[in-house]
């Protein structure tokens, strides 16, 4: 074993998941595809662990400039070890799936991420940066109905548009500092901005989150759970390596954990308010990133790594409930508890997690966060955080909870989850337990060592049951006065209206005025060659096949045109 | 002379001539000849002949400022034509004979597919004389008999997109599109090297770059300029100027457009940095301002107008045809910035313009073989079908888009520093919408091709790739992806080849 | 498991097991155990510190309230969210095309 | 074509004629106006005069499309073999005074000339005579009812 260690050591475990996932991808035997997405993260994890020393390994020389696509170290050890450990947990869940392009590209997104979190300049990153984008789509696509397939080409396009930006950033950012590396950056620049914006988008920065809840709901059942995982939390990875200590990134993290709260109430498909609610966890990390205080950090990173574990897991909940039903609308589901109970108390323990419940992972994560804000004396943002933690987020998973394992029962005559799936979400809700009373397991794999941090002081333990009690006791309220506004199957307009609407009939009303213009033009110009237009017209035109066809007489107006233009230009030009 | 490292001496003294005399005679016996397969062998070996020509032209210029002048029929350069190489022309023969070579590899299936039996001999004769012409524009240093060349590459070339008219008939049109089109070019680059013979009375090109550098203010040579420009720009398919390339690159049959897509505008291009960096001298005002003020918003304009219309057409060809349109423009762009290193960029892009386009429109060809595939829609399955061209599809346009460790990130990435190095925010702005573009439009059809299920009954359709087409597509993808991870080789030809361009033009 | 009802005598049983009454009235009662226990910690906390049983020693105030009135507020929220940007569940299909007239979702 | 005697009298007298005058230009061009070119035009002109008076079938019996074919290959070929052959003589290409010794009066020179010509003749001719044929005996292809 030591042997394999030492092999391993140094060798980028994203290779792994990509090398498994292209074999996958190409592999037609649905038993090789599923070994493969158990194998692959194994080996990921070996060369996690092989990789002892922080260091930059797997420097790429490419001439002009070396890629290093290997950066272990503090900051970046933790993602890439739960990005594993989803992925393998995936591989388990996702087991009674027969779908070759989902199995392939969860590896190689999954493999991506990793690869994302370990380059150590922005070529790098922005090479896996896409690659996310591009491995991601096909597990919107491959839900099928059209409806999937414009979500998946909206949610590819702003992937890519933050790849874009990404990439222009960087080169800015090099052209200014001679350097490519992915260190700090700081908004004080241009490219600054720039990058800031590329993070942003992916980590659903408020009115660029619109792509979160707008395509995850429509994903397979299985291609949400990873999707849940990966982007955002390399997002707020991102941020940490640049933007650490960022104020404005308090007051961004603060409008995001706060806003989704309300949409996450009235939206009536449970997947989309669990896309909300993981925008809010996300404000969470934000803020954490913004306040840039080692505990803050420590706590970002540790919301991050439960964040992913406990969202994963009450996106598979939800998965199985579609697997079962078909259907994930509030207002179609209820009382599944009695026939899918082993889901249903994964789904609590989820829920306990997501809510901070003493003794669950999202605990002892949030606390570091809550401590953060409180040690840099910030109080509005520790009580805005107290607001939309413990109160209101309990609002949204409670629902999710309450609206399909309990509350009044539909007639679905549903068969527990399969055995593969009950597996994954088990082990998922293993880990939020684990983490939450182990902590100590969790806090010394965070970026900087706090030894002397005990959150289960009596204070802290009951200042955060009182919070959480309260928010149950509103919610049984709402529940028992109906005020809960949970009426009927319909949309909430968020800010994807811009684009799904205002930007989509702009585009309709532009494409057809820029028609009349171009046709206008065309008129004009033609109107002298008409008559030998049409003489081409009727030597050279079989059945109107010419139609497309531009003239040349077009062409030698342009000609002329453009030889009036260099000379006017030559002709004015001074002497040098 | 330098003497060669790689043929025999007396072969090598003669490389500059051989390489556009040899595919030149060649053609005589295959237009006689009556079977398209002898016509094949001669075209095929008169290619790899211009390639070995080209190699040791190539490697005799590495030398640093090497140049190679070969003077025709023992006349001194400034009286008699000369046949001149330095590093950018070299670097572009030797993309024009490789690319004619792995053309012809490609050739045999799809000529076999799409000509008829007895035009084939024709049809290969007349590849030859094009090569001949595009060689011969691209290695003389006079510039009359550049026209002259032009003329010879271009006539061949209507006839061969003509060809095409065995299966769309559109090809006829697009033929005589092009061929007036073609002929206004070439007679505005040809008036305009009649004003440089009035104003200097010189046709040698190093003679007139001599002599324009005092020239300066002469208003015919200013007009000389503009002909030039504007009837090269024609050729180079420049935005507006490329109406003839959507049909032509369309219609025509499949190895007519390879070829055409990997070389026949290149040239043009080439003819255009020689001329705008080389024969004018570049610090001229009226140079840089036009390339600054004309020149670069139509790059510009048609990276991003020409990637918006590829986005919305039907025919897959087509739709590469208007990319490639947008790719012009990034070599444009690189052109006008005016320095080294947007030179440097450009060229670098043209070698990669080049690498990527060959491998799609070959890909293309070979679904036209295999299920007569045109439009977008019927690419549908073909991912399954033929995993191996589908694949070095997916490279070539991965590597359009500018994917990291594929050639077109590569010479994005130089033309996005040369940009900012010149402080082109916009060009830079420019070129990231115009990649999007690509995203868009390359993405339509890797999704017909990948992601939607094969239509039933075309399966049964089924027939192996020919060899001959896997084998100098899968070396053109892999080379898409070699150079994209080993850089440093094309990185450096551009560079030598930028130097001799700029350096060459003030007067050393 | 469900609850047998006399459907025929049009009264539900007078009596039954404990189980089963706790179960019909689960809700309710749910509701009323988490009213007592928010209104004991409220009490614990006054009684047992001077300062509050907070968090940190250093702020004070019942802030534990909040969930309480950001509860109320969210569901206000959000009930005037729902009437004003409610929207038919397949707006935007019908809107992209993926749905002509009078098909369903 | 038979009533028109006149016709075909003058013709049949100025076809030599115009063959004779076209060698007369080719052979002229070396050192005085003319040369393969137009030389070559001329030839081709009384081919086509031959084929409006005669008709076209009897036009192509005389010089059938075949032969202009391998004219047109062959002139190009001449063409590019003395560029050969003089290489093979050891100058450059198209160096013609390797081809002949005496070298002041530039016997190379008019050597290499006339050869090249001679082929510029062949294809010139060949080209005209087949474009001639291409035009006139061109059928529809399409039937008119596909317009």
């Known amino acids: 074993m030591p042997d394999i260690l030492a092999v391993l050591n140094g060798v980028s475990p994203a290779w792994f998941l990509i090398v498994a996932g292209l074999l996958a991808w190409g592999a ?12 692959g993260p194994c080996f990921a994890l070996l060369a996690w662990f092989a990789t002892h020393e922080t260091g930059v390994y797997g420097v790429i020389d490419l001439g002009p400039f070396q890629l290093e696509t290997f950066r272990f170290d503090s900051l970046s050890r933790i993602w890439v070890l739960v990005f594993i450990l989803i992925a393998f947990i995936n591989g388990v869940y996702a087991l009674h799936e027969r779908n070759r392009m989902t199995d392939g590209a969860a590896l190689i997104y999954a493999g991506a991420a990793v690869g994302a979190v ?103 059942g299985v291609g949400s759970v990873v999707l849940s995982a990966f982007t955002t939390k390399l997002a707020v990875y991102a941020l940490a390596r640049g933007f650490a200590g960022e104020g404005a990134l308090i007051a961004i993290g603060l409008v995001m954990a706060v806003f989704p709260i309300v949409f996450a109430l009235v939206s009536n498909d449970l997947r989309q308010t669990l896309a909300y609610a993981l925008i809010n966890q996300l404000g969470f990390m934000v803020v954490g990133v913004g306040l840039g205080n080692e505990l803050a950090l420590n706590g970002a990173a540790a919301n991050a790594f439960v964040g992913v574990i406990y969202m994963a897991l009450m996106f598979m909940t939800l998965g199985a409930v579609l697997h079962r039903t078909g259907t994930v609308k509030a207002t179609e589901l209820g009382g599944l508890f009695k026939s899918m109970p082993v889901t249903g108390v994964c789904a609590i323990i989820g829920a306990l997690s997501v809510a901070g419940v003493p003794l669950f992972s999202g605990f002892v994560a949030k606390t570091l966060i809550l401590s953060g804000a409180h040690y840099a004396h910030n109080d509005l943002a520790y009580a805005i955080l107290v607001y939309a933690s413990a109160g209101v987020m309990e609002l949204s998973v409670l629902k999710v909870v309450y609206c399909a394992f309990f509350g009044e029962a539909r007639h679905h005559q549903v068969r527990e989850a399969p055995q593969t799936m009950l597996l994954g979400m088990a082990l998922a809700a293993f880990l939020c337990v684990y983490l939450g009373v182990d902590y100590r397991a969790l806090y010394e794999l965070l970026p900087f060592g706090i030894d002397d941090y005990e959150p289960y ?79 081409l017209f009727n030597l050279f035109n079989p059945a109107g096949a010419l139609s497309r066809e531009f003239p040349s007489g077009l062409m030698a107006l342009w000609t002329a045109i453009m030889l009036a233009a260099v000379l006017l230009v030559s002709y004015f030009s001074p002497m040098s | ?165 065995n299966r769309d008939r559109r090809a006829l049109t697009s033929a005589f599109n092009y061929l007036v089109m073609g002929a206004i070019g070439a007679t505005f680059f040809v008036i305009g090297v009649g004003f440089l013979y009035m104003a200097t009375g010189t046709l040698n090109m190093a003679d007139l770059a001599r002599l324009l550098v005092d020239m300066d203010g002469d208003r015919v040579v200013r007009m000389g300029f503009a002909f030039i420009l504007v009837g090269l720009g024609l050729k180079a398919a420049l935005f507006p100027l490329h109406l003839w390339l959507p049909g032509a690159y369309a219609y025509a049959p499949s190895f007519v457009t390879v070829f055409l897509a990997t070389t026949a505008t290149k040239v043009a291009f080439y003819v255009i940095i020689r001329f705008s960096f080389d024969v004018f001298a570049i610090d001229s005002g009226f140079v840089v301002n036009a390339l600054t003020y004309v020149v670069t918003p139509l790059a510009i304009a048609g990276m991003i107008v020409a990637s918006a219309q ?89 590597s359009l ?108 | 498991m469900t609850v047998q009802r006399d459907i025929k005598s049009g009264v539900n049983p007078p009596t039954g097991s404990l189980a089963e009454r706790i179960r ?71 809107a992209a095309g993926d749905l002509e007239e009078g098909e369903d979702a | 074509m038979t009533p028109h005697v006149v016709l075909r009298v003058v013709s049949k007298l100025l076809i030599p004629l115009i063959i004779v005058y076209g060698f007369y ?37 005389a010089f059938p499309p075949y032969a202009a074919r391998v004219g047109m290959a062959l002139g190009a070929f001449i063409f590019a073999a003395v560029g050969f052959v003089t290489l093979i003589f050891g100058g450059d290409f198209f160096e013609y005074t390797v081809l002949h010794p005496d070298v002041s009066h530039g016997a190379g020179q008019h050597i290499g000339i006339i050869a090249v010509e001679i082929g510029v003749l062949m294809t010139v001719t060949c080209v005209m005579i087949a474009i001639f044929y291409a035009f006139s005996g061109r059928s529809p292809e399409i039937p008119d009812g596909d317009w």
């Open chain 1, 457 to 535: 002081k009596l204070n802290n333990v009951f200042g955060q049951v009182q919070l959480l009690l309260g928010g149950a006791f509103v919610f049984a309220l709402a529940v028992g006065f109906k005020l809960f506004p949970l009426k009927s199957d319909h949309t909430i307009l968020d800010a994807d209206w811009f684009y799904r609407r205002l930007g989509d009939g702009a585009a309709r009303w532009g494409k057809a005025m820029g028609e009349l213009l171009v046709h206008a033009i065309n008129t004009a110009l033609t109107a002298g060659v008409a008559r030998l237009r049409a003489r």
């Open chain 4, 25 to 61: 230009i080719h052979f002229h061009g070396e050192y005085s106006p003319g040369g393969g070119f137009q030389a070559g035009v001329v030839l081709a002109s009384s081919i086509i005069l031959y084929a409006l008076i005669h008709g076209l079938d009897a036009a192509r019996k």
């Open chain 2, 401 to 508: 888009i500018g994917v990291p460790f594929t050639v077109g990130f590569i010479s994005k990435f130089y033309l996005i520093q040369a940009a900012l190095a010149q402080g082109w925010i916009f060009a830079v702005a420019a070129i990231l919408i115009s990649s999007v573009l690509a995203v868009f439009y390359c993405y339509r059809i890797l999704v017909n091709l990948w992601v939607t299920p094969i239509p039933e009954g075309r399966r049964d359709l089924a027939q192996p790739t020919p060899y001959l087409i896997l084998v100098p597509l899968v070396g053109l993808a892999l080379a898409n992806l070699v150079f994209g991870v080993h850089a440093a080789p094309l990185v450096d030809i551009a560079e030598t080849a930028a130097a001799a361009a700029i350096n060459a033009g003030t007067g050393s």
């Open chain 2, 1 to 165: 002379m330098t003497v060669g490292q790689w043929l025999p001496t007396a072969l090598a003294a003669h490389a500059p001539v051989l390489l556009v005399a040899v595919p030149l005679i060649l053609s005589t016996p295959a237009a006689i000849l009556r079977t398209g397969r002898a016509g094949w062998a001669i075209a095929l070996s008169g290619a790899l002949l211009a390639l070995l020509c080209a190699v040791e032209l190539f490697l005799a210029t590495r030398a640093d400022g090497a140049v190679i002048s070969y003077a025709l029929g023992g006349w001194p350069p400034p009286f008699g034509i000369e046949f001149r190489v330095d590093g950018l022309n070299a670097a572009l023969l030797l993309l024009l004979t490789g690319a004619a070579v792995l053309a012809l590899i490609f050739a045999r299936p799809s000529v076999e597919n799409e000509i008829n039996a007895d035009k084939r001999s024709l049809f290969y004769s007349a590849f030859l004389v094009s090569l001949s012409g595009l060689a011969g524009v691209a290695i003389t240093g006079d510039a009359f008999n550049l026209f002259v060349f032009l003329e010879i590459s271009s006539i061949p070339t209507y006839a061969l997109i003509a060809m095409g008219a």
């Open chain 1, 118 to 220: 370990l380059s150590g300049d922005l070529l790098t990153l922005f090479f896996f940066w896409e690659l996310t984008a591009l491995a991601s789509a096909p597990l919107i696509f491959a839900a099928g109905a059209p409806m999937a397939h414009r979500a998946g080409l909206r949610y590819l396009a702003i992937q890519v548009l933050s790849g874009v930006l990404l990439l222009a950033g960087a080169a800015v950012w090099a052209s200014q500092t001679g350097s490519w590396g992915c260190d700090a950056i700081g908004v004080d620049s241009a490219a600054g901005v720039m990058l800031l914006l590329a993070f942003g988008v992916k980590a659903g920065f408020p009115l660029l989150h619109m792509w979160l809840p707008d395509a995850y709901p429509k994903a397979t």
């Open chain 1, 28 to 39: 037609p035997w649905s038993p090789v595809r599923k070994a493969l997405m158990l194998i």
């Open chain 2, 310 to 398: 590829a986005l919305f057409q039907t025919d897959v060809r087509r739709l590469l045809a208007y990319s490639s349109v947008a790719q012009a423009g990034y070599m444009m762009l690189g052109l006008g910035m005016g320095s080294q290193a947007g030179v440097s960029a450009g060229v670098l892009h043209l070698i990669n313009h080049a690498l990527m386009k060959g491998v799609l429109f070959m890909a293309l060809g070979a679904f036209a073989i295999s299920y007569g595939v045109r439009r977008i829609e019927n690419c549908k399955g073909l991912g399954m079908m033929m995993p191996m061209t589908a694949s070095a599809f997916t490279l070539g346009a991965l």
């Open chain 3, 24 to 94: 019909s009235h689960a809700g309710l009662l749910a509701t009323i155990g988490l009213g007592v226990l928010v209104v004991l910690g409220f009490g614990l906390e006054t009684v047992l510190s001077k300062n509050g049983l907070s968090k940190y020693p250093d702020v004070y105030g019942a802030y534990e309230v909040l969930p309480l009135v950001a509860g109320v507020l969210a569901i206000a929220l959000a009930r005037l969210l729902a009437g004003l940007l409610h929207r038919p569940a397949d707006f935007y299909e019908r």
